[in-house]
């Protein structure tokens, strides 16, 4: 049952239209064309008696073509509830359009840049006033040690150490077997394949051992938390907690971070040990070198000072990793989209943060001849 | 038109697991008119809403649409909680079923919506606010807006006046009757809300056990036998309002 939309004009009085057929929004596209050519000419009137089917996009498009004249047109013909709804759009979309505001391209820029750089400063403000709030919290539990939540710790620990052992053991075992086999590979040309062990240990154990655990806590850990705290705080379970007296810090945020500044230690010590057994393996398998003799040489080449400086990192790299995550869940505002931003921004801003601690250090213990 | 059947359910079967939530159900509602369901909470209100709107699975029984096929914009559902999809704005989410079933110019998209949202009462300005700043009275607004972007001819209430004070589920209740008189379209209205009942309802059907006991106008529920019927209406919050005495 196609009905087509017509608007004619009376062959007495051009000023007069005729509306027939179907004003409805399945024939929008043809109505706009048809209001479209009309809206030049001066009309009088528009007899909507032939009109078969009308809805709020028809009678809109009618009202406007009436109201588009140097006087209003009259709409006549309408019946029951046809007559009701022109007259319901008739009080419609009186108000001005508000004044549209143009910008400049560059002053945009200008703008957005400025904007950036304000953010930065918040977000700096909002990272130490974490660090403060998880402070004050660590000392509220120290002063009463039966407020602090053993079983949550626990839980949190379970999640992201114990459960993140496997793969976190995965892919430092590959790791270290990439930097034996390349290390055997290219210095095999020297004849200096004895050398791999050392740098295989040190490379693992003062640099790649961390800093690849910490970047794996950072996507896998550090995300979960923004995802967490984020989606209550959407939920309004932050500010439930806040009405019963009861800290979101020290309820939601220090067991998190506790639990990763207790977990990534020890996830990196076993990382270590994993890219070790992978560069011992490839050293074996594909050097030629016999385990014993690479323990013996890996004995020489590694004191505890490499360990030491490799395991000192961790913790840091973990509370930076659990801040930044606590401060981008407790930004997330009521949309999915904004959950989804943050979380991003929790996983890119702590792992450009991790590297940056890490050249932190490497720094000061370079200074202090470590 | 009028009297002539708009959804014909007959011997509905629903239930999840081992659990029968709607058991050989029958109901009619008329072209035009204002159904409002009542039932008790947990009592299958909403399953049988989200099965006639196809997201439940039925296990038995009909359920015959007369000239309604859902995704052609016949259908406006207005969610309980709203379901505006949060990362657009109100007047974005009004726009959206326009833009996805009809091709209409930026200009007049933006006029259309504007003319949906004052039709709810709601200004131009609030156009550009997303869900998470409205209020919750607003958001119900807004979630009608868009259920009624295409006028449907059938329109879906899951409890409309819930959550919001008496005077907004007043005038919200006002609104959906000048709205049904302009824009004639058939309401299946799920509510708890007794003045809702009184005020804008044509028929009342009272959902128990899972079937319907009592259907008809106001009046004549209030005089069904059934012990729950009698409860609702009859109990104490109710005496308060006048019904049943």
Same mark, same amino acid.
């Given at each position: 049952m196609?009905?087509?939309?017509?608007?004619t004009?009376?062959?007495?009085?051009?000023?007069?239209?005729?509306?027939?057929?179907?004003?409805?929004?399945?024939?929008?596209?043809?109505?706009?064309?048809?209001?479209?050519?009309?809206?030049?000419?001066?009309?009088?009137?528009?007899?909507?008696?032939?009109?078969?089917?009308?809805?709020?996009?028809?009678?809109?498009?009618?009202?406007?073509?009436?109201?588009?004249?140097?006087?209003?047109?009259?709409?006549? *013909?309408?019946e029951? +509830?046809?007559?009701?709804l022109?007259?319901?759009?008739?009080?419609l979309?009186?108000a001005? +359009?508000?004044?549209?505001?143009?910008?400049?391209a560059?002053?945009?820029?200008?703008?957005?840049?400025?904007?950036?750089?304000?953010?930065?400063?918040?977000?700096?403000?909002?990272?130490?006033?974490?660090?403060?709030?998880?402070s004050?919290?660590?000392?509220?539990?120290?002063?009463?040690?039966?407020?602090?939540?053993?079983? #949550?710790?626990?839980?949190?620990? *379970?999640?992201?150490?114990?459960?993140?052992?496997?793969?976190?053991?995965?892919?430092?075992?590959?790791?270290?077997?990439?930097?034996a086999?390349? *290390?055997?590979?290219?210095?095999?040309?020297?004849?200096?394949?004895?050398?791999?062990v050392?740098?295989?240990?040190?490379?693992?154990?003062?640099?790649?051992?961390?800093?690849?655990?910490?970047?794996?806590?950072?996507?896998?850990?550090?995300?979960a938390?923004?995802?967490?705290?984020?989606?209550?705080?959407?939920?309004e379970e932050?500010? $439930?907690? #806040?009405?019963?007296?009861?800290?979101?810090?020290?309820?939601?945020?220090?067991p998190?971070?506790?639990?990763?500044?207790?977990?990534?230690?020890?996830?990196?010590?076993?990382g270590?040990?994993?890219?070790?057994?992978?560069?011992?393996?490839?050293?074996w398998?594909?050097?030629?070198?016999?385990? $014993?003799?690479?323990?013996?040489?890996?004995?020489?080449?590694?004191?505890?000072?490499?360990?030491?400086?490799?395991?000192?990192?961790?913790?840091?790299?973990?509370?930076?990793?659990?801040?930044? $995550?606590?401060?981008?869940?407790?930004?997330?505002?009521?949309s999915?989209?904004?959950?989804?931003?943050?979380?991003?921004?929790?996983?890119?801003? #702590?792992?450009?943060?991790?590297?940056?601690?890490d050249?932190?250090?490497?720094?000061?213990?370079?200074?202090?001849?470590? | 038109m009028?009297?002539?059947?708009?959804i014909?359910?007959?011997?509905?079967?629903?239930?999840?697991?081992?659990?029968?939530?709607?058991?050989?159900l029958?109901?009619?509602?008329?072209?035009?008119?204002?159904?409002?369901?009542?039932?008790?909470?947990?009592?299958?209100?909403?399953v049988?809403?989200?099965t006639l709107?196809?997201?439940?699975?039925?296990?038995?029984?009909?359920?015959?649409f007369?000239?309604h096929?859902?995704?052609?914009?016949?259908?406006?559902i207005?969610?309980?909680?709203?379901?505006?999809?949060?990362?657009?704005?109100?007047?974005?989410?009004?726009?959206?079923?326009?833009?996805?079933?009809?091709?209409?110019?930026?200009?007049?998209l933006?006029?259309?919506?504007?003319?949906?949202?004052?039709?709810?009462?709601?200004?131009?300005?609030?156009?550009d606010k997303?869900?998470?700043?409205?209020?919750?009275?607003?958001?119900?607004?807004?979630?009608?807006?868009?259920?009624?972007a295409?006028d449907?001819?059938?329109?879906?209430l899951?409890e409309?006046?819930?959550?919001?004070?008496?005077?907004?589920?007043?005038?919200?209740?006002?609104l959906?009757?000048?709205?049904?008189?302009?824009?004639?379209?058939?309401v299946?209205?799920?509510?708890?809300?007794?003045?809702?009942?009184?005020?804008?309802?044509?028929?009342?059907?009272?959902?128990?056990?899972?079937?319907?006991?009592?259907?008809?106008?106001?009046?004549?529920?209030?005089?069904?036998?059934?012990?729950?019927?009698?409860?609702y209406?009859?109990?104490?919050?109710?005496?308060?309002?006048?019904?049943?005495?």
């Amino acid at each position: 049952m196609f009905n087509a939309p017509v608007l004619t004009a009376n062959e007495d009085d051009p000023r007069v239209l005729t509306a027939c057929g179907a004003w409805n929004v399945a024939n929008v596209e043809m109505l706009e064309r048809l209001c479209e050519r009309a809206a030049s000419a001066d009309i009088a009137a528009i007899d909507l008696r032939r009109v078969t089917a009308l809805d709020t996009v028809g009678a809109w498009l009618l009202e406007r073509l009436a109201r588009g004249g140097r006087t209003r047109a009259a709409l006549t *013909g309408a019946e029951g +509830p046809y007559g009701d709804l022109l007259e319901e759009v008739r009080g419609l979309n009186r108000a001005e +359009p508000g004044e549209r505001k143009s910008v400049n391209a560059l002053l945009e820029k200008l703008d957005q840049l400025g904007r950036g750089s304000r953010r930065l400063v918040s977000d700096s403000g909002a990272f130490l006033h974490m660090l403060g709030a998880l402070s004050a919290a660590l000392l509220g539990v120290l002063r009463h040690p039966r407020s602090f939540r053993l079983t #949550s710790t626990v839980y949190q620990l *379970g999640r992201v150490g114990w459960q993140a052992v496997p793969i976190m053991a995965l892919i430092t075992f590959l790791i270290g077997a990439i930097i034996a086999q390349q *290390g055997i590979f290219h210095f095999r040309r020297f004849g200096a394949e004895s050398y791999v062990v050392d740098m295989v240990g040190i490379l693992v154990l003062r640099e790649i051992g961390v800093l690849i655990v910490a970047i794996m806590v950072a996507g896998r850990s550090g995300s979960a938390y923004t995802a967490e705290i984020g989606a209550m705080k959407m939920r309004e379970e932050i500010d $439930a907690l #806040s009405t019963m007296g009861l800290d979101p810090v020290a309820v939601l945020i220090l067991p998190r971070v506790l639990a990763l500044v207790v977990a990534l230690p020890i996830l990196a010590f076993l990382g270590s040990l994993a890219a070790l057994y992978g560069g011992g393996l490839i050293a074996w398998l594909y050097g030629g070198m016999s385990p $014993a003799i690479f323990i013996a040489r890996l004995h020489e080449a590694v004191s505890v000072t490499h360990f030491e400086v490799g395991i000192i990192k961790a913790p840091f790299m973990a509370l930076v990793i659990g801040l930044v $995550a606590a401060v981008e869940g407790l930004s997330v505002k009521g949309s999915a989209e904004s959950l989804g931003q943050q979380t991003t921004a929790s996983v890119v801003k #702590s792992i450009f943060l991790v590297i940056v601690l890490d050249g932190l250090f490497a720094v000061f213990f370079a200074s202090i001849g470590m | 038109m009028a009297g002539s059947t708009a959804i014909h359910i007959r011997n509905l079967v629903v239930g999840f697991g081992n659990k029968t939530i709607l058991n050989h159900l029958n109901l009619d509602v008329k072209q035009g008119e204002i159904l409002g369901l009542v039932g008790a909470s947990g009592g299958g209100k909403s399953v049988l809403m989200r099965t006639l709107v196809g997201l439940l699975p039925k296990r038995g029984g009909q359920i015959d649409f007369v000239d309604h096929r859902k995704g052609e914009g016949s259908w406006g559902i207005l969610f309980q909680q709203g379901a505006l999809f949060s990362a657009l704005t109100a007047r974005q989410n009004v726009q959206f079923p326009l833009r996805e079933n009809a091709h209409l110019s930026p200009r007049l998209l933006d006029e259309i919506a504007d003319a949906k949202l004052e039709m709810v009462g709601l200004t131009s300005a609030d156009g550009d606010k997303f869900p998470s700043e409205l209020s919750g009275g607003m958001t119900k607004r807004v979630a009608l807006a868009r259920a009624l972007a295409l006028d449907p001819a059938l329109l879906f209430l899951d409890e409309p006046t819930s959550g919001l004070d008496p005077i907004a589920a007043g005038e919200f209740d006002a609104l959906i009757r000048t709205l049904h008189r302009t824009l004639r379209f058939t309401v299946f209205m799920v509510t708890h809300d007794l003045n809702s009942l009184q005020a804008i309802c044509d028929r009342v059907a009272a959902l128990a056990d899972g079937r319907i006991v009592a259907v008809g106008p106001l009046s004549s529920v209030l005089e069904s036998d059934h012990p729950w019927v009698k409860a609702y209406f009859h109990g104490a919050r109710a005496q308060t309002l006048g019904f049943g005495t």
